[in-house]
């Protein structure tokens, strides 16, 4: 193994006032935990370890095949955690980043470049430092002539002239494996909460004439830990300006980044526009030329070039090119729209597939429905799919014209061509190319108002 990985996850977060273990938060779509593990898996790590210790059982769930999860049951420091995964490690050559299941900010290139700079120095331990103008409350870096690492100062033991030194230690570091278990059973819990700190390690390496070496890394901002929700908060605002700044990179337009939400992963093509107040989530996936927004949401959906979507709700669907959404529609999953549709104001559609150049202006309700090409659903148009205990499709075949205020009584089907009168109720399959109608006739009584008056 070239590079492996152990990040630390054990945590509650007690600051964080909630029953879910403080990796699992969501940050940007997705757990904190699972931006590290992203961070870790593109940084070239073949194999990761996730020490958990408070909801783990949640943990193991979340990591899935991804990584092994070990059980850190009680608490006693960052050493006595990496000790945790020795079983996993001990008997492999290479490599071992360790870093914090709750720094999402923290970037591939960052770990690359530590784990590079290991290899060539030939360390045994590598840490990431960053300076700081203000490093009140941190670990100093405290270096030799050769730029080696001598020690690493706690603030409180730090003597006048190390307190002035703005290099402050990260928590994140590059081991060499071999003798790497070894030197942390020798970490003894000198202090008042009793706990095994992976600082002390540094101090065993340089006792025994190893090479400790350091990375400063170019924003500080990255190792930013989060411990409560406020901190959630600023880490996600920080992590959300990226992806949005990453996306006009490549082209795309967001008329007010400040007011725009996008999940790290979303996929935008070039020359959209996203309006504000826009959400778009999960794994989402939005084409070229498309014009995004204002007020819309849109969830783990597939949309194509050329789309018009505005102040509407969309849910794990898709659609082709040149189909315009809205405003106000709401798109609920399992529905599959062709290219140049239109989908109106007020119009909800459900697991339905709507054929490529149809319309449903406005109004309209369409629920496990299959809807043909060139169709067209009149205002106020219901598909009653649902009798209580069971759900029944309705079928529209190609080019049917379906008049304002009817109702499509499932299980029926429409034939191709076929033209249904406005205020209908249709039970019955209506054939191809004929007229359905359902309703009374009409019955006009003369000078009624005047003999009621």
């Known amino acids: 193994m070239e590079l492996g990985a152990v990040v630390l996850a054990a945590g509650k977060g007690t600051r964080m006032k909630s029953d879910l273990p403080k990796v699992l938060h969501q940050i940007c779509g997705k757990p904190m935990l699972g931006h590290v593990m992203d961070t870790v898996a593109n940084a070239g790590v073949t194999k990761a370890v996730v020490v958990a210790g408070f909801g783990f059982e949640q943990v193991i769930d979340f990591v899935g095949d991804r990584a092994k999860v070990v059980l850190q049951e009680e608490q006693l420091g960052t050493a006595h955690a990496l000790m945790q995964a020795k079983g996993e490690y001990l008997e492999t050559q290479g490599h071992l980043l360790v870093v914090c299941g709750d720094t999402p900010l923290l970037r591939e290139g960052t770990l690359k470049k530590l784990a590079q700079y290991h290899k060539d120095t030939g360390a045994a331990a590598t840490l990431l430092t960053a300076k700081m103008d203000n490093p009140a409350g941190y670990g100093r870096v405290i270096r030799r002539e050769n730029g080696a690492v001598s020690k690493i100062v706690e603030q409180k033991d730090a003597a006048p002239e190390e307190l002035l030194v703005e290099e402050i230690n990260t928590g994140v570091y590059c081991f060499k494996i071999e003798g790497l278990f070894e030197a942390l059973s020798q970490i003894t819990p000198a202090n008042a909460q009793g706990e095994y700190y992976l600082t002390d390690v540094i101090q065993i390496f340089v006792s025994k004439g190893l090479i400790v070496q350091a990375v400063t890394m170019e924003d500080a901002q990255e190792v930013q830990g989060i411990n409560d929700r406020i901190q959630l908060s600023r880490a996600e605002q920080v992590l959300r300006r990226r992806v949005l700044e990453d996306l006009m990179a490549h082209g795309v337009t967001v008329v007010d980044p400040g007011n725009t939400y996008i999940d790290q992963g979303v996929v935008v093509g070039r020359d959209t526009i996203i309006q504000p107040m826009t959400f778009l989530l999960g794994k989402t996936r939005i084409g070229s030329g498309c014009s995004i927004g204002p007020g819309s949401k849109i969830t783990d959906c597939v949309i194509g070039n050329n789309v018009d979507i505005q102040y509407s709700v969309v849910s794990e669907s898709s659609m082709g090119d040149g189909t315009v959404v809205g405003p106000y529609a709401y798109i609920r999953p399992g529905t599959l729209i062709g290219d140049n549709a239109k989908i109106g104001d007020f ?48 079928i529209l075949e190609d080019g049917a014209f379906i008049g304002s205020n009817t109702n499509l009584v499932a299980p029926v089907k429409v034939g191709k061509g076929s033209v249904i009168a406005a205020g209908s109720t249709i039970t019955k399959d209506v054939p191809e190319g004929a007229l359905g109608v359902a309703r009374e006739r009409q019955t006009n009584v003369a000078e009624w108002v005047k003999r009621r008056k």
């Not at 909800?348 to 319309?359: A, N």
């Not at 406005?362 to 069971?390: F, M, P, Q, W």
């Open 347 to 394: 119009v909800e559609i459900k697991k339905s597939t709507i054929g490529s150049g149809s319309k449903i202006p406005h109004l309209s309700y369409v629920g496990d429905a299959t809807i043909g090409e060139r169709v067209n659903v009149g205002a106020g148009t219901i598909t009653c799919n649902y009798d209580g205990k069971n759900k029944f499709k309705t």
